[in-house]
T-cell receptor, first 111, second 116 residues
Framework: QKEVEQNSGPLSVPEGAIASLNCTYSDRGSQSFFWYRQYSGKSPELIMFIYSNGDKEDGRFTAQLNKASQYVSLLIRDSQPSDSATYLC???????????FGTGTRLQVFP | GAVVSQHPSWVICKSGTSVKIECRSLDFQATTMFWYRQFPKQSLMLMATSNEGSKATYEQGVEKDKFLINHASLTLSTLTVTSAHPEDSSFYICRMTSGRSSYEQYFGPGTRLTVT
């Protein structure tokens, strides 16, 4: 079992729709959860992070965390073609900046 | 956010030669540096972690004598791929953190290495 799992996609959504990206992790000691966006040929950019169960919103993005189910998700509202990229989920333990990355989900937003 | 540079951005070298990749922060002091490798359509694989002035800690399966890491200062870390082979061709990315906040973490733009 991989430490951090994501569906590779592609996930195709129409412009203006909500894109839902999911991630599961195996280490129950995980304390920090990050979402990154990576365009082809570029390095990842931090979108947001979440530490506590529940929802955290930042603009069009909402991260959702359920530690009991070992599940974290990212919702993108009003998806735009410019959101088309690979979204990486990363998980870390307490008191460390070391992160384990999932393989990423490719999102395609079509006009 | 901070400005992090990597040099070179891409390099082509012959098998058996060594390549040095620099990761430099212009306005951020990194207590910890992470080096990742990413093969096409795969995720980032952590190679090693280094703290300024200390020896790097390598992940299982990563040869420390092949991938030399030097974290010389709070703003500079280098990764040297020694005796490169075609299977070392990959996208190498550094990540810097301050240890103070989850916001204070920055990826370098990456270095595309092709070994012929």
């Amino acid at each position: 079992q991989k430490e951090v799992e994501q569906n590779s996609g592609p996930l195709s959504v129409p412009e203006g729709a909500i894109a839902s990206l999911n991630c599961t992790y195996s280490d129950r000691g995980s304390q920090s959860f990050f979402w990154y966006r990576q365009y082809s040929g570029k390095s990842p950019e931090l979108i947001m992070f979440i530490y506590s169960n529940g929802d955290k919103e930042d603009g069009r993005f909402t991260a959702q965390l359920n530690k009991a189910s070992q599940y974290v998700s990212l919702l993108i509202r009003d998806s735009q073609p410019s959101d088309s990229a690979t979204y990486l989920c990363a998980v870390g333990r307490v008191n460390t900046d070391k992160l384990i990355f999932g393989t990423g989900t490719r999102l395609q937003v079509f006009p | 956010g901070a400005v992090v540079s990597q040099h070179p951005s891409w390099v082509i070298c012959k098998s058996g030669t060594s390549v040095k990749i620099e990761c430099r922060s212009l306005d951020f002091q990194a207590t910890t540096m992470f080096w990742y490798r990413q093969f096409p359509k795969q995720s980032l694989m952590l190679m090693a972690t280094s703290n300024e002035g200390s020896k790097a800690t390598y992940e299982q399966g990563v040869e420390k004598d092949k991938f030399l890491i030097n974290h010389a200062s709070l703003t500079l870390s280098t990764l040297t791929v020694t005796s490169a082979h075609p299977e070392d061709s990959s996208f190498y990315i550094c990540r810097m953190t301050s240890g103070r906040s989850s916001y204070e973490q920055y990826f370098g733009p990456g270095t595309r290495l092709t070994v012929t």
